[in-house]
């Protein structure tokens, strides 16, 4: 009869995993290897091009050269990226990371696909940020912004309906240059975004009200006036061509100076969308269909404008205060 083990008596044998080291892949190779997974992968070229600047700049910092060995770098490069930018080149918590979101997200490509052993991103955490502050304009400085914009000639309307449609609609800049015309629907007053024009790439339904259609309906008519009836995009140069990314930012930064809104508010295109999402809440909207028209895809990221429409805090002050006098 065999005899039954005692527990306890025999302890596990330990083995140690040695490792097998990256195999020598340079820098640049290992990029170039990244990058073609991205596109196989359906990442924008717009993403694709902003993952190869993070990538520069990550490289540059920390004194690497594009022919060394991709393995060679460690937690400590890390580190020394993110102390340059905060101490030296003083970019702020929220700006790094997303700077150092898309290194990582190279090194966790590089990983994920064997080109890599071992992930040094992986033990290094984004900075802690606070929470970030919305802005938005009153109606007094909305009127005012709007009222410094020439409408009798053709890139102030343009500006005026590119303005008008962020506020009561909420769109983004870079959804307002990438809008075609066949994306409006006049009959209907909405405009339908496909989802390669959206950042969480689902198609979406903006509702627009007739103030914005019949704005947007005459500019489209006299673009195709000045321009052609081939134009597709409804915002456009004084050459009939789509305008840069950061056209309209500019624009606004001109208007919000003439205003002399510069020491008062920050009049920018987001802050625009900021507006229309508070106002849409305090004018009785719910914040399902908001999130639906801004596009989030977590409900989270839009609920934080329910702290900017909350007057019962105030009111009940008041209130107290003006009992005590």
Not at 81 to 93: A, F, G, Q
Not at 147 to 171: E, N, P, Q
Not at 279 to 301: P, W
Request: glycine share 4%.
């Amino acid at each position: 009869m065999p005899r039954k083990m005692r527990r306890g008596v025999y302890k596990r044998r330990e083995f140690s995993v040695t490792r097998t080291p990256t195999a020598y892949i340079t820098i640049v190779d290992a990029l170039n290897r990244v990058m073609t997974i991205f596109q196989t992968e359906g990442y924008r070229e717009r993403t694709i091009n902003d993952y190869r600047n993070y990538w520069s700049e990550f490289i540059e910092t920390i004194g690497v050269r594009e022919t060394d060995n991709i393995g060679d770098i460690t937690v400590n490069h890390f580190r020394l990226y993110i102390d340059t930018l905060l101490n030296v080149r003083k970019l702020s918590p929220v700006t790094i990371n997303i700077r150092l979101g898309g290194v990582k997200s190279i090194f966790s490509k590089l990983a994920a696909n064997d080109i890599i052993n071992e992930n040094p991103a992986q033990k290094v955490p984004k900075l802690k940020t606070d929470e970030q502050r919305i802005f938005t304009l009153t109606d007094k400085q909305i009127k005012r912004l709007f009222s410094v914009i020439d409408r009798d000639t053709f890139a102030g309307f343009r500006d005026y309906c590119a303005m008008l449609t962020m506020l009561k609609c909420g769109l983004r800049s870079n959804e307002i240059n990438a809008l075609e015309i066949n994306d409006i629907d006049f009959e209907n007053c909405v405009i339908l975004l496909p989802g390669a024009k959206n950042k969480n790439r689902k198609t979406r339904v903006v509702p627009i009200t007739k103030e914005v259609r019949d704005c947007l309906y005459d500019l489209v008519a006299e673009t195709q006036e000045y321009f052609g009836t081939d134009v597709k995009h409804v915002f456009t140069n004084q050459y009939g061509e789509p305008m840069r990314n950061d056209h309209i930012r500019k624009r606004m930064d001109k208007y919000a100076r003439i205003a002399g809104l510069k020491d008062e508010c920050r009049a920018s295109p987001h802050s625009l969308r900021h507006t229309f999402a508070v106002n849409y809440l305090k004018r009785g909207g719910d914040i399902r269909s908001l999130q639906m028209i801004l596009g989030h895809s977590d409900i989270t990221t839009t609920q934080i404008y329910l702290d900017y429409t909350n007057d019962d805090v105030s009111e009940q002050y008041r209130k107290v205060m003006e009992d005590e006098n």
